[in-house]
């Protein structure tokens, strides 16, 4: 096994202990990735309780059109919305999809959430000051994940500085170059939902 | 001891440690159970508090009529509502009840949590898409559990369907073959009802 | 220095820590004490954080007057709300007041919070049902500890049900024959309250 | 390396690790400081997640103009928060500024924050009686660091008694003369900022 894949493994193991103490990553929701070379990710497996990876069981490698390389193992069913982002930019190195509370709610109530005026949005590299916006879209759940992959793709295509999206009753998907990189967004947009959700109780 | 039983029962500790950090098992709130065999259970012994179980004070033997099967030992008072769950099924491995804040306010004004089109719904084995129904129904609370049983076995009946249970004032039932299926359930439930209670925040 | 007092003071530095990790104690909010004997207790040291309390410096005895029986240690400022308790009552063990947020915020805006209808109510050995009803009285605050503790005194009188009070903008003082007991009627009525926020919440 | 240079940096290590539990710091937000002597102050470098602090790339010794004395290291672009609170108090310890939910909240939607009543306004040297009024400022958020330094310095001139003060979707800066000290100041705002939140909703 290579060095990466233990140093990148460890690094989710880690990442998904820390979404599980703050309860993002409920029953065997969720999923991670990351990049292992060019046509190659690391990918959680399907069914895994994700603040509890296993080191073995709970990760395999596939291809960059989701292809397990790992004959024994099956990824998640949701694997083509990590591809995708993969096969759209060379220097992705991590996507993270996780379930929280606050990303649940505000994604059954909205088409996007807009966040303006949080210093917090400086934790993504394209903002430079809390005088900018964030849309984060909402894309409406579906069991057929290639249709959803395709209707993200196309979203991407027309709003390149997206940082993450939400699916309906689904959680919240986000990305960067590193693990480290990937996970301050989660954290950064989980404050951010919190935040967003506790003025939207005091503006009713 | 069997090996069997040291393992539940340590699953058994590790769970209720788990429900303990999110608040789920207050004082001496809260019972456990899992299948050693055809006829016998493991269940959590009265007054314990379920956070800090101790492997030898903390558990004991009854019959599937709830008889203790280890003589200086008092089984939950709620026994009665374990012991159904083994008799209507024999597949079945494993009945949790916790006591969460959510479970205890939503039971006290609805008569049933109706969820819809929420992921998480899919950690149940019987559902497998986002767009389905889940009917949880609220049982008024009574210290006469023989009546409460009934009341529940009746239901059951007529629902085979259903994944878990609210009485009044008094928390959460769910099941599962393994303790594992079990405890993911409690935690996609909860889950569900912290959504369940922000999103009636909001729609008042 | 006694068996009874190290295990004692071990009792109440591990209920600080738990305390402490649901956000009960901040600041050097809060204070415990336990019974030594007929005439002493233990009672923490004034200015200390409860949830990292040193086995040193963190603790004193007193009599039941409070006068320290430690001459470099000074007890809290609070400490004839304590003494007053095992005055009243030859078998009282352990008194705890916490601080937190519920509390707090309740003890503002009511003379009483009134607990009817829950289950966890029987966490009181006065309570078998949970059909009946706690009464937790709120008194003005004061810097006045001796005249605040005639008043819980002569409510008590009146009361002698009563298993916790609240002060307001200040926090819950309950009690119990153990260190376990007491940290159970803290732990349930911190969970009432709880509920009783989030009723409240809907209520409006 | 001097032994109180180590003894501070590790001092702001827990202080950060107690915080990021909270969930106070979240992605590379907030940033803290200690005083070293007369002119020089240990300060968290730029772009670090303040709940993992490493001791050796976590930290910078930089002079009370801000100047890092490390050639290799980088102080975060709020050091001049920080270097104002030493120029203006010889007794002044340490600095932090924190990054909640509820700072962030509150400050988008006030002009201040005033805080009556509550016990734990006694956390502050100043305050003895809860029978005091605690008002904390909202600065408009700025990228322009000395801009916003000296309006705060001019408010302090101003009002010389105010514990902390909030940054408008930005945090609180608090202080003291130790670590524990501006610890406890964090603590006890963060734990008045929940407590008015929670007042707030019920309020509307």
Redesign the interface.
Known sequence: MSDMLQRLRDELIVAGQFFHS??WV????SNFSARLGAETLLITSSGQ?KGRLDAESGFLRVDLQGVSLDADKRPSAETGLHTLMYQRDPAMGCVLHT?S??A??LS??QSQVVLE????QK?FPSV????SCLVIPVFP?S?DIPALAQAVGLYLDANPQTVGYL?????LYTWGVTVADAQ??V??L??LF??Y??????D?
């Open positions: 703050r309860g409920p029953a065997t929701s309780h379930h509370v606050n649940t709610v059954m109530r005026g949080y210093e917090v934790a430079d000051t809390h005088d759940n069991q699916i309906r009753g689904h959680g301050r967004h954290e950064a989980e404050f919190e935040c959700y506790r003025q939207l109780l005091l009713r």
